[in-house]
Protein backbone atom coordinates (compact mmCIF):
# COMPACT_ATOMS: atom_id res chain seq x y z
CA UNK A 1 0.00 0.00 0.00
CA UNK A 2 1.44 3.72 -0.77
CA UNK A 3 1.53 5.73 1.69
CA UNK A 4 1.95 10.04 1.12
CA UNK A 5 3.75 10.91 4.41
CA UNK A 6 3.39 14.82 3.49
CA UNK A 7 -0.50 13.91 2.86
CA UNK A 8 -0.78 12.51 5.99
CA UNK A 9 1.12 15.03 7.70
CA UNK A 10 0.50 18.37 7.61
CA UNK A 11 3.27 19.55 10.05
CA UNK A 12 6.00 17.44 8.25
CA UNK A 13 5.10 19.39 5.05
CA UNK A 14 5.38 22.74 7.06
CA UNK A 15 8.39 21.79 8.64
CA UNK A 16 9.59 21.03 5.11
CA UNK A 17 9.08 23.40 2.74
CA UNK A 18 10.74 25.94 5.58
CA UNK A 19 13.90 23.80 6.11
CA UNK A 20 15.28 23.84 2.78
CA UNK A 21 15.46 27.29 1.95
CA UNK A 22 16.85 28.01 5.40
CA UNK A 23 19.59 25.47 4.84
CA UNK A 24 20.01 26.82 1.46
CA UNK A 25 20.36 30.16 2.84
CA UNK A 26 22.92 29.07 6.05
CA UNK A 27 25.14 27.25 2.91
CA UNK A 28 25.06 30.26 0.95
CA UNK A 29 26.44 32.51 4.06
CA UNK A 30 28.96 29.94 5.85
CA UNK A 31 30.58 28.62 2.48
CA UNK A 32 32.41 32.40 1.90
CA UNK A 33 32.54 33.03 5.36
CA UNK A 34 34.57 30.00 6.00
CA UNK A 35 36.89 30.77 2.67
CA UNK A 36 37.59 34.10 4.09
CA UNK A 37 38.62 33.13 7.53
CA UNK A 38 41.07 30.77 5.39
CA UNK A 39 42.13 33.25 3.64
CA UNK A 40 42.94 35.38 6.68
CA UNK A 41 44.75 32.99 8.59
CA UNK A 42 46.72 32.71 5.53
CA UNK A 43 48.02 36.41 4.71
CA UNK A 44 51.18 34.94 2.55
CA UNK A 45 48.92 33.16 0.16
CA UNK A 46 46.63 36.12 -0.55
CA UNK A 47 49.66 38.54 -1.12
CA UNK A 48 51.14 35.98 -3.27
CA UNK A 49 48.01 35.90 -5.16
CA UNK A 50 47.57 39.34 -5.24
CA UNK A 51 51.22 39.81 -6.50
CA UNK A 52 50.53 37.67 -9.40
CA UNK A 53 47.70 39.60 -10.60
CA UNK A 54 49.72 42.40 -10.32
CA UNK A 55 52.82 41.16 -12.68
CA UNK A 56 50.19 39.34 -14.85
CA UNK A 57 48.47 43.01 -15.11
CA UNK A 58 51.88 45.10 -15.55
CA UNK A 59 52.93 42.46 -18.16
CA UNK A 60 50.27 43.13 -20.21
CA UNK A 61 50.33 47.19 -19.64
CA UNK A 62 53.78 46.91 -20.17
CA UNK A 63 55.35 48.80 -17.31
CA UNK A 64 58.57 49.10 -16.45
CA UNK A 65 60.21 47.94 -12.67
CA UNK A 66 61.15 50.81 -12.04
CA UNK A 67 57.67 52.25 -12.69
CA UNK A 68 55.89 49.24 -11.11
CA UNK A 69 57.12 49.38 -7.32
CA UNK A 70 54.83 47.61 -5.89
CA UNK A 71 56.90 45.44 -3.55
CA UNK A 72 56.91 48.08 -1.03
CA UNK A 73 53.13 49.05 -0.70
CA UNK A 74 52.20 44.96 0.18
CA UNK A 75 55.29 44.42 1.94
CA UNK A 76 54.13 43.17 5.46
CA UNK A 77 56.21 44.59 8.19
CA UNK A 78 56.38 41.25 10.40
CA UNK A 79 58.70 39.57 7.71
CA UNK A 80 61.37 42.24 7.85
CA UNK A 81 63.33 40.53 10.40
CA UNK A 82 63.22 37.23 9.11
CA UNK A 83 64.34 38.31 6.22
CA UNK A 84 67.19 39.76 7.70
CA UNK A 85 67.91 37.01 9.85
CA UNK A 86 67.77 34.78 6.80
CA UNK A 87 70.59 37.41 5.24
CA UNK A 88 72.97 37.07 7.79
CA UNK A 89 73.84 33.62 7.96
CA UNK A 90 73.70 33.60 4.08
CA UNK A 91 70.19 31.48 3.75
CA UNK A 92 69.94 32.18 0.43
CA UNK A 93 67.28 29.56 -0.40
CA UNK A 94 65.31 31.60 2.01
CA UNK A 95 65.74 34.81 1.09
CA UNK A 96 64.37 34.21 -2.91
CA UNK A 97 61.43 32.20 -1.19
CA UNK A 98 60.79 35.27 0.77
CA UNK A 99 61.33 37.80 -2.12
CA UNK A 100 59.14 35.50 -4.36
CA UNK A 101 55.79 35.73 -2.01
CA UNK A 102 56.47 39.67 -1.76
CA UNK A 103 56.12 40.36 1.59
CA UNK A 104 59.41 42.09 2.73
CA UNK A 105 60.82 45.33 1.55
CA UNK A 106 64.06 44.13 0.10
CA UNK A 107 65.16 47.91 1.13
CA UNK A 108 64.42 47.46 4.79
CA UNK A 109 67.27 49.12 6.91
CA UNK A 110 67.23 47.19 10.44
CA UNK A 111 69.21 50.45 12.47
CA UNK A 112 72.27 49.19 10.98
CA UNK A 113 72.52 48.64 7.56
CA UNK A 114 70.08 46.90 4.61
CA UNK A 115 70.11 43.44 3.35
CA UNK A 116 72.63 44.35 0.41
CA UNK A 117 74.91 45.94 2.93
CA UNK A 118 75.45 42.56 5.10
CA UNK A 119 75.46 40.51 2.06
CA UNK A 120 78.28 42.85 0.62
CA UNK A 121 79.97 42.62 3.85
CA UNK A 122 80.55 39.31 4.06
CA UNK A 123 80.94 39.11 0.38
CA UNK A 124 78.32 36.57 -0.93
CA UNK A 125 78.38 37.58 -4.54
CA UNK A 126 74.87 34.91 -5.05
CA UNK A 127 73.25 36.60 -2.11
CA UNK A 128 74.13 40.39 -3.49
CA UNK A 129 72.91 39.27 -7.28
CA UNK A 130 69.96 37.85 -5.88
CA UNK A 131 69.15 41.14 -3.76
CA UNK A 132 69.94 43.45 -6.92
CA UNK A 133 68.07 41.77 -9.25
CA UNK A 134 65.17 42.22 -6.71
CA UNK A 135 65.15 45.75 -6.66
CA UNK A 136 67.62 46.64 -3.96
CA UNK A 137 68.83 50.14 -3.87
CA UNK A 138 72.94 49.76 -4.42
CA UNK A 139 73.76 53.11 -2.64
CA UNK A 140 71.24 52.61 0.31
CA UNK A 141 73.01 54.24 3.64
CA UNK A 142 75.14 57.18 1.96
CA UNK A 143 75.34 60.13 4.40
CA UNK A 144 74.03 58.74 7.41
CA UNK A 145 76.07 58.74 10.31
CA UNK A 146 78.84 55.98 10.01
CA UNK A 147 76.89 54.63 7.08
CA UNK A 148 78.47 52.94 4.27
CA UNK A 149 76.96 51.89 0.73
CA UNK A 150 77.26 48.16 -0.02
CA UNK A 151 79.91 49.50 -2.30
CA UNK A 152 81.88 51.42 0.15
CA UNK A 153 81.55 48.55 2.41
CA UNK A 154 82.90 45.55 -0.27
CA UNK A 155 85.50 47.82 -1.06
CA UNK A 156 86.72 47.97 2.64
CA UNK A 157 86.77 44.17 2.64
CA UNK A 158 88.11 44.17 -0.03
CA UNK A 159 85.43 41.76 -2.37
CA UNK A 160 86.45 42.20 -6.02
CA UNK A 161 84.13 40.50 -7.43
CA UNK A 162 81.28 42.07 -5.57
CA UNK A 163 82.40 45.75 -6.10
CA UNK A 164 82.22 45.02 -10.09
CA UNK A 165 79.00 43.65 -9.16
CA UNK A 166 77.36 46.46 -7.58
CA UNK A 167 79.53 49.18 -10.42
CA UNK A 168 77.64 47.16 -13.35
CA UNK A 169 74.74 47.74 -11.41
CA UNK A 170 75.09 51.29 -11.19
CA UNK A 171 76.29 51.73 -7.95
CA UNK A 172 77.58 55.15 -7.95
CA UNK A 173 81.46 55.16 -6.85
CA UNK A 174 81.55 58.68 -5.67
CA UNK A 175 78.58 58.02 -3.12
CA UNK A 176 78.83 60.53 -0.30
CA UNK A 177 80.48 59.06 2.71
CA UNK A 178 78.44 59.29 5.93
CA UNK A 179 78.67 61.79 8.96
CA UNK A 180 81.53 60.28 11.64
CA UNK A 181 83.68 57.94 10.78
CA UNK A 182 82.45 57.34 7.00
CA UNK A 183 84.47 57.05 4.37
CA UNK A 184 84.42 56.71 0.22
CA UNK A 185 84.66 53.21 -1.77
CA UNK A 186 88.27 54.61 -2.92
CA UNK A 187 88.94 55.98 0.72
CA UNK A 188 87.95 52.30 2.02
CA UNK A 189 89.72 50.13 -0.42
CA UNK A 190 93.13 52.52 0.28
CA UNK A 191 92.75 51.86 3.94
CA UNK A 192 92.52 48.48 3.90
CA UNK A 193 94.96 47.99 1.25
CA UNK A 194 92.92 46.04 -1.39
CA UNK A 195 95.09 47.51 -4.08
CA UNK A 196 93.41 45.40 -6.67
CA UNK A 197 89.97 47.02 -5.73
CA UNK A 198 91.85 50.69 -5.69
CA UNK A 199 93.01 50.06 -9.51
CA UNK A 200 89.26 48.94 -10.25
CA UNK A 201 87.71 52.28 -8.51
CA UNK A 202 89.79 54.55 -10.24
CA UNK A 203 89.08 53.10 -13.93
CA UNK A 204 85.70 53.83 -12.61
CA UNK A 205 86.81 57.83 -12.10
CA UNK A 206 86.38 57.67 -8.24
CA UNK A 207 87.04 61.50 -6.83
CA UNK A 208 90.91 61.13 -5.31
CA UNK A 209 90.26 64.73 -3.27
CA UNK A 210 86.65 63.41 -1.94
CA UNK A 211 86.81 65.12 1.49
CA UNK A 212 87.95 62.99 4.78
CA UNK A 213 85.57 62.47 7.60
CA UNK A 214 85.86 64.73 10.48
CA UNK A 215 86.41 61.75 12.82
CA UNK A 216 89.68 59.28 12.07
CA UNK A 217 89.21 60.35 8.22
CA UNK A 218 92.09 60.35 5.58
CA UNK A 219 91.69 61.51 1.84
CA UNK A 220 92.64 59.02 -0.71
CA UNK A 221 96.49 59.94 -0.72
CA UNK A 222 96.53 60.42 2.84
CA UNK A 223 95.12 56.68 3.17
CA UNK A 224 97.58 55.54 0.81
CA UNK A 225 100.55 57.44 2.29
CA UNK A 226 99.65 56.00 5.85
CA UNK A 227 99.61 52.07 4.09
CA UNK A 228 103.03 52.89 2.57
CA UNK A 229 102.13 52.18 -0.85
CA UNK A 230 104.33 54.45 -2.90
CA UNK A 231 102.76 52.64 -6.40
CA UNK A 232 99.07 54.07 -5.06
CA UNK A 233 100.71 57.32 -3.99
CA UNK A 234 102.25 57.82 -7.43
CA UNK A 235 98.66 56.95 -9.04
CA UNK A 236 96.72 59.26 -7.30
CA UNK A 237 99.36 61.82 -7.24
CA UNK A 238 98.95 61.44 -11.55
CA UNK A 239 95.19 62.12 -10.87
CA UNK A 240 95.97 65.38 -9.33
CA UNK A 241 95.47 64.29 -5.97
CA UNK A 242 96.00 67.14 -3.64
CA UNK A 243 99.08 66.69 -1.51
CA UNK A 244 98.11 69.27 0.61
CA UNK A 245 94.81 68.35 1.96
CA UNK A 246 94.02 69.17 5.56
CA UNK A 247 94.22 66.29 7.96
CA UNK A 248 90.78 65.63 9.69
CA UNK A 249 90.37 67.56 12.80
CA UNK A 250 90.01 64.35 15.48
CA UNK A 251 92.89 61.90 14.70
CA UNK A 252 93.50 62.90 11.69
CA UNK A 253 97.11 63.17 9.37
CA UNK A 254 98.13 65.25 6.34
CA UNK A 255 99.65 62.70 3.42
CA UNK A 256 103.36 63.25 4.86
CA UNK A 257 102.45 62.90 8.47
CA UNK A 258 100.80 59.94 7.56
CA UNK A 259 104.02 58.72 5.84
CA UNK A 260 106.38 60.11 8.16
CA UNK A 261 104.40 58.40 11.33
CA UNK A 262 104.50 55.24 9.16
CA UNK A 263 108.67 56.03 8.86
CA UNK A 264 108.32 55.30 5.25
CA UNK A 265 111.36 57.48 4.17
CA UNK A 266 110.73 57.01 0.09
CA UNK A 267 107.02 57.89 0.16
CA UNK A 268 108.36 61.19 2.49
CA UNK A 269 110.68 62.06 -0.23
CA UNK A 270 108.26 61.55 -3.17
CA UNK A 271 106.07 63.89 -1.26
CA UNK A 272 108.75 66.36 -0.58
CA UNK A 273 109.28 66.20 -4.58
CA UNK A 274 105.72 67.38 -4.69
CA UNK A 275 105.71 70.31 -2.99
CA UNK A 276 104.14 69.14 0.64
CA UNK A 277 103.77 71.73 3.07
CA UNK A 278 106.48 70.62 5.76
CA UNK A 279 104.98 71.99 8.67
CA UNK A 280 101.16 71.39 7.95
CA UNK A 281 99.36 72.00 11.32
CA UNK A 282 98.42 68.79 13.49
CA UNK A 283 95.06 68.33 13.81
CA UNK A 284 93.18 69.37 16.39
CA UNK A 285 92.81 66.53 18.25
CA UNK A 286 95.16 63.93 18.84
CA UNK A 287 96.91 65.56 15.82
CA UNK A 288 100.96 65.40 14.80
CA UNK A 289 102.76 67.18 12.64
CA UNK A 290 105.07 65.17 10.46
CA UNK A 291 108.41 65.65 12.65
CA UNK A 292 106.32 64.82 15.79
CA UNK A 293 104.58 61.94 14.16
CA UNK A 294 108.07 60.49 13.27
CA UNK A 295 109.69 61.26 16.06
CA UNK A 296 107.14 59.26 18.19
CA UNK A 297 107.76 56.00 16.27
CA UNK A 298 111.22 56.53 16.38
CA UNK A 299 112.20 57.15 12.44
CA UNK A 300 115.59 58.98 12.50
CA UNK A 301 116.19 58.89 8.98
CA UNK A 302 112.60 60.48 8.43
CA UNK A 303 113.57 62.85 11.56
CA UNK A 304 117.10 63.82 9.51
CA UNK A 305 115.12 64.25 6.12
CA UNK A 306 112.18 66.33 7.71
CA UNK A 307 114.92 68.76 9.72
CA UNK A 308 117.09 69.29 6.50
CA UNK A 309 113.98 70.31 4.55
CA UNK A 310 113.15 73.38 7.30
CA UNK A 311 110.69 71.16 9.65
CA UNK A 312 109.50 73.13 13.06
CA UNK A 313 111.54 71.17 16.09
CA UNK A 314 109.60 73.40 18.60
CA UNK A 315 105.73 73.58 17.09
CA UNK A 316 103.07 73.13 19.41
CA UNK A 317 101.50 69.83 20.64
CA UNK A 318 97.86 68.99 19.43
CA UNK A 319 95.26 68.61 21.74
CA UNK A 320 94.75 65.71 24.00
CA UNK A 321 97.45 63.63 23.95
CA UNK A 322 99.55 66.18 21.88
CA UNK A 323 103.61 65.95 21.55
CA UNK A 324 105.90 68.00 20.71
CA UNK A 325 108.83 66.42 18.52
CA UNK A 326 110.84 65.91 22.06
Same mark, same amino acid.
Given at each position: MNVDVLANNPRWTTYFFIAVPVFAVVMTVVIPLKRLKNATENPPGVMAGILKLIRRLRRKSKISDEECQFSSSIADPRYNKPFIDAILPGNNAMVKHLLSLGIVDVNFHDGKMTGSQYAATAGNKALVQNLLENGANADAGAGRVD??????? =? #??? +?? @??? $??? *????? %??? &? /?? !??????????????????????????????????????????????? =? #??? +?? @??? $??? *????? %??? &? /?? !????????????????????LVDRLLEKGVNINAAAGWIRGRTALQATSAGGHLAVVNRLLEKGANINAAAGYDYGRTAL
Amino acid at each position: MNVDVLANNPRWTTYFFIAVPVFAVVMTVVIPLKRLKNATENPPGVMAGILKLIRRLRRKSKISDEECQFSSSIADPRYNKPFIDAILPGNNAMVKHLLSLGIVDVNFHDGKMTGSQYAATAGNKALVQNLLENGANADAGAGRVDGTTALQV =A #SAR +GH @LAI $VDQ *LLEKG %ASV &N /AE !AGDGCGTTALQSALEGGHLAVVDRLLEERANVNAAAGGDHGRTALQA =A #SEG +GH @LAV $VDR *LLEKS %ANV &N /AE !AAECHGRTALQAASEGGYLALVDRLLEKGVNINAAAGWIRGRTALQATSAGGHLAVVNRLLEKGANINAAAGYDYGRTAL
